[in-house]
């Protein structure tokens, strides 16, 4: 009989309720404000740009929130997630660690994403809005949402800054076969993106810009919300399905993990996995070791600082408390697109605040030779941001080979990398920098 | 409460043998010959390329061979793979027919491919052999290969077609990933390569070209054997994983299939599948319509002969009695670069000529409009070699609606397309031919 590796759920074992971490916060976060104001905002204030129904949900108390038959049903096409234990991965370290992995690559975008698109999609589609506009940077939102909007019969406008549009076309092409459409920003369907093209015709664009154009395009059309792929509390809620799964695979393999560890951009893969183990850890079941993993170039919450601050560039978002290494944070050209955002998701910042979760950042060598022996050992391609969860992985791997202690550890392979792979072309190559 | 939509087994319902067509045959395969003297090959012939355990595997008359613990240990790592019903596939075609899919584009390459790729590097393993050397078009094999050797310690070559290695790079960054050795082919590494540059410094290489580089390679070098992804026995055997799951989570889904469709290149993904199948049609249980999708530009069964061919255009392999449109064939440089082979597995043949199975062909543009309406509706995008069965199973879907005929139909979706999202590209601007 074969060692067990792998834990797989069946379509019934997908959750059927969301967890809203805010139902069990010990002390309860504190609220946006108005930019103008500095009044905390109203439901009014975000009705601008996002359905009611994702803005109640966004501030709702409710510990379990029901997931829609409909969203389950798309779940279903790549939900509930296997949970694989890394054997190989533990033997080529030499390690008495049992690594655990919850593996979101298997969705059609390939991420951990489409949780989020498809139920906020779902709840525009309920509010009669006919078209959704985002931004992305190298297209894992982006791609997302375009596949969500498709399976409801939304149209979808994606910004992309026309960096990546021009230099990784393979995302665009999977926003454009589901049928969106794609603009490189700077664009000129903007007001904001002439102002920038007036300024410099070759502008390579950067996430602020794109942002800002997406909410211009937003507010001036009719039946159009935007979305935002990370970040907010209801993008945090959507992904809980992730933790709970592992959950109960958890159980199934037998074990409790000491630790549980993420990668962090915005926030939204791992509230996903963490936030349910969190709930766990508040009642009392074990005091888990929960790891937010940031870029060493990007380390909001290592290397910045909690106060209140706008989620864009150009200001135009209500101010949120969170780490943030500033607005006008410019974050250097890594390969881990996804982790490229100055702040932090408000209800990461308040666990971590609160001491109920750990952080550490990794520089951009380290999380490759990661991601390479782990490609190499388990034979999953990571993609380069989970792979920064993979660097933190092998060091509590290595530590418990070192004290010779059996450690359990679980932690978020959120993507794989097929649609990265020229940044392990660059890594191979020995170009990459930190 | 949901309607079912996805099948899903656990890691102890990975199948433990391997089901052999050859067993239950009506009529016993014509034998390959020797090249030189027309006789039946023997065990000696083939052992200067592949190991013995290998080739005692290829002409095995054992209905049920065990799959070895460590490599069903691999497999856990994709599988079993889902079977899902493509409900909303279903919907767009107002189609009364039931359609299911066995999805095989979880691996960790993304294709079928790794099912046999794991078996050959474990038996090459097993038999003492430290280096595999093998040949790709696209590279959905030899990224397979590179993966399996990785998992076993082998070293791995692969002479890769030199316009793909060029122009679709992707895969070739994987394969070097998982630490392969990738040459362009027509290579330096050769005197057959060395010869062809000689006459054209600006060869863009073909399958023909790749596989004498790896044979010269082979045969030159200590320790070394020669692997093949698909056509002969050996592989389609390993692939038969796949019909097996399929027979199971039918029963699951409580159906039982009138039609199941697979796409033929080499025939392995398509054998695989179809095998199990064939094998209950033969035990009397019903009497499945079961069908082979070609590309009308390369049509081994529906426009070539069957008799007597070499499997590679350099005629160095055994003569194979399948049906073959001749060893000089160049396949037109369709997309789908996996169905790019001028014959046809001889079990698929025998299959065909038996009239057990059924065989139609699909011009590239109609497949790419199938992928795409496949990719909008269900949301996975998948490979163009899969979206010739895809084609076809629109085709009896729309027979179904016209006739007013529940039809359930299964067939297998052996990739995704994500590594060939420039073909999507090009079809969705218009630039696509026949």
Known sequence: MSQALRFALGQKDIPTHWYNMLADLPEPMPPPLHPGTKQPVTLQDMTAIFPENIVMQEMSPERNIEIPEEVRD??????????????RLEKALNTPAHIYY??????????????????????????????????????????????????????????MVRISFTQKPYRKSLMQTWGANVFPSPSEHTEFGKRVLAQDSESPGSLGIAISEAIEDCVKSKNTKYALGSVLNHVCLHQTVIGQESIKQMEQAGEEPDVIIGC???????????????????????????????????????????????????????????????????????HAGGLRYHGMSPL????????????????????????????????????????????????????????????????????HGLLDLSSYDAYLAGKLTD
Chains 1, 2 share one sequence.
């Open 348 to 415: 990461v910042s308040h666990l971590y605040k609160l001491g109920l979760i750990d952080a550490v950042n990794m520089p951009q060598t380290r999380v490759f030779e990661a991601a390479v022996t782990f490609a190499r050992s388990e034979g999953l391609v990571p993609a380069p941001e989970p792979s920064h969860a993979i660097a933190a992985v092998i060091d509590e791997a290595v530590k418990a080979r070192e004290a010779g202690q059996k450690k359990v550890i679980l932690f978020n392979l959120c993507g």
């Open 264 to 334: 962090v951009g915005g926030g939204s893969n791992f509230a996903g996995i963490a936030s349910p183990w969190v709930q766990r850890k508040l009642a009392g079941k074990k005091n888990y070791k929960i790891v937010a993993v940031e870029p060493t170039s990007c380390a909001s919450m290592t290397k910045g600082e909690l106060r209140y601050d706008f989620g864009d560039t150009a200001m135009t978002t209500p101010l949120m408390m969170m780490y943030t290494l500033g607005h006008d944070f410019i974050p250097p050209k890594i």
């Open 102 to 159: 919850k593996y979101e690559g298997v969705s059609p975008a390939g991420s951990h994403k489409p949780n989020s698109a498809v139920a906020q999609a779902y709840y525009n589609k309920q509010a009669g809005v006919k078209r959704l506009v985002t931004e992305t940077g190298a297209g894992q939102w982006g791609s997302s949402l375009a596949l969500a909007c498709r399976l409801f019969g939304l149209e979808c406008t994606v910004y």
């Open 74 to 87: 798309i779940y279903a096409l790549w939900r509930p997630t296997p949970l694989l234990r890394a054997v």
